[in-house]
């Protein structure tokens, strides 16, 4: 009874109209949409996009000071007193390293402080998994804007490289793709240790453990293959190692490595980390 | 259940037999949305929700109570997918979830107990970006965030970023958002929860809006009076059983009774109202120094023997009565 009278008093003043059953949303789209449904990680790309965008400018100088830095202070002030390397000057021989380095930081930092906030203290994964969307389409959204921002990141420095009398062959773009590979590997491994963390403190480890460690001995600042053995086998089994042999190859156009072992590792240990990254996010999210 | 008419349990015969002019109109299409048989989800040792049954009928709502801890949320994330049974059936829709995750949360709206809003963006790029979640056509998406936007009186503040919206503001939002695609059932999980009353008021009229509109929710509410307003049914789990289950009137006066005195005096003198109450069927409740006198008939006599103690109260049985003769008074801390 008192439920009947509530519903009299519930004037006509606010509704809702109904739409047209043939437009609605659920039924029309999902008929159509089955092979669609393969890109619906698109619109987490986009979500992250709209959210990016709106700091553009603090997100750019923040991914991209570093390496500059790097190349103006090792570059410039260290280079001056090193001789030349494999035919390349010193300024040279670290520029395209610390392009794919650039790729690097910009893609494992988003999936790490980005994506755990959004994990965490937006919760912003929660609310997409009340839609249709998947953990399957979370991290594929959350991997491929990673490796979107430091294909971006690259991209700039190399545009930046002129500057600093660097000037890259047209062979440059068949880099692109590279990096975007490394992008993708990165911000797998930052969604891994994001799936793994308890807190922010955790990323410190990462940071310090992983990602400076490959920074510095992946061969952007020294030639890797001139190592005696035991280590050289070592080095060139980091993953960021392989990037930087072909980010070198492809600026300057000088093949004097072979690409394919590179290449095809790269996809391999890609591909592994985006299946860890998704087995592991899943475990987290779905109880 | 041999009486007739209770409203727990009563059988398809009756129902065939005697014509019931009062009970709900049976709309075109009416159907179960939700049914659920022997759910059962443990985490590691802990039984969570233990062999839990339930439907909800198209067009009702459906109160989730529950102490802290009890289950409700684990049941809810279970029909979204959110969290993997252990046991039992689930289909929403008539699909079967888990499987069918996708096309079942394409039909449902949730409001989540924590805000999940992007604060990033703004009111109106929230709903927008959650309807592309959704795949809606972007012209579709426009117009019903601008309805949705105007329902919830959020038009004038479509610009603004969630942080500067106030909590009842970032409620509606919550709840827009969990009516872009249309839901043929919405989740309620706490939608009230600490707002003040006229923000209550606000949502409450909404939802009755919304009720009257034919929409199927499952709502969640440590705030009784708020379930005994908006629900047809109500569902209490306590240690993740179903204690009971029903039409919250009838399963006040079933198992609570009429009305309700709360008696404060001193020990002795609540000794004494207690052997005096024994003439009238009631159930007594001692809580510190104040006596509770669950009246299940008409115990109107007994008021001149009250006045002689210090003060008492007499009000009508409700449900939070009900909630806590089912689930005790024990803090549940979990």
Known sequence: MYLQKRKKVTGSQHTINKLPTNTRCNRGFFAISTIMRGFSFCTIWLRNWRVWKKHILAALIGNLGQPLLFLLAMGYGLGRDVGPMNGLTYLQFI????????????????????????????????????????????????????ASKGLLAGVIMLLALPLFGVVPSPWVLALLPVLFLSGMFFSAFGLIMTALAKNYDFFNYFTSLVITPLFLFSGIF??????????????????LTPIVSLARIFC??????????????????TGCAVWLAGYLLRRRLIQ | MGEGKAGIGYNGIMRQTIPQPESMPDVPGSQ??????????????????????????????????????????????????????????????????????REIKARIGVVPQADSLDPDLSVEENLRTYAGYFRMPRRLARKRVDELLHFFALHNRREEIIEHLSGGQRRRLLLARALLN???????????????????????????????????MLLTSHYLDEVARLSQQVLILDHGHVVVQGEPRQLITDLVGLEVFEVEGTPAELEAMGASFAQCNARLERVGDK??????????????????????????????DLFIQLTGRSLRES
């Open chain 2, 182 to 216: 249309e839901p043929e059932l919405l989740i309620l999980d706490e939608p009230t929860i600490g707002l003040d009353p006229q923000a209550r008021h606000l949502i409450w009229e909404r939802l009755a809006i919304l009720q009257a509109q034919g929409t199927t």
């Open chain 1, 95 to 146: 520029a395209p390293g610390l392009v794919a380095s650039a790729v690097m930081y910009s893609a494992a930092l988003e999936t790490t402080y980005g994506s755990y906030t959004r994990l965490t203290v937006q919760k912003t994964y929660e609310a997409i998994l009340m839609t249709p969307l998947g953990v399957v389409d979370l991290v594929l959204g959350e991997i491929v804007w990673g």
């Open chain 2, 32 to 101: 179960t949305i939700v049914s659920v048989t022997g759910l059962s989800k443990r985490f590691g040792e802990r039984l969570v929700v233990d062999n839990i049954s339930f439907v909800i009928q198209r067009g009702q709502c459906v109160g989730f109570l529950g102490p802290n801890g009890a289950g409700k949320t684990t049941c809810i994330n279970m029909l979204l997918g959110l969290v993997e049974k252990s046991a039992g059936k689930i289909r929403v829709f008539d699909l079967e979830a888990p499987r069918f995750h």
């Open chain 2, 291 to 320: 006596l509770y006198v669950y009246a299940r008939e008409d115990c109107s006599r007994l008021t001149k023997v009250m006045d002689t103690s210090g003060s008492w109260v007499r009000r009508p049985a409700n449900l939070e």
């Open chain 1, 222 to 239: 020294f030639p890797v293959q001139t190592m005696a053995q035991p280590v050289r086998g070592l080095l060139e089994m980091l993953p």
């Open chain 1, 252 to 269: 300057y156009g000088r093949f004097d490595e072979p690409i394919l072992l590179k290449f095809l590792g790269s996809i391999l240990v």
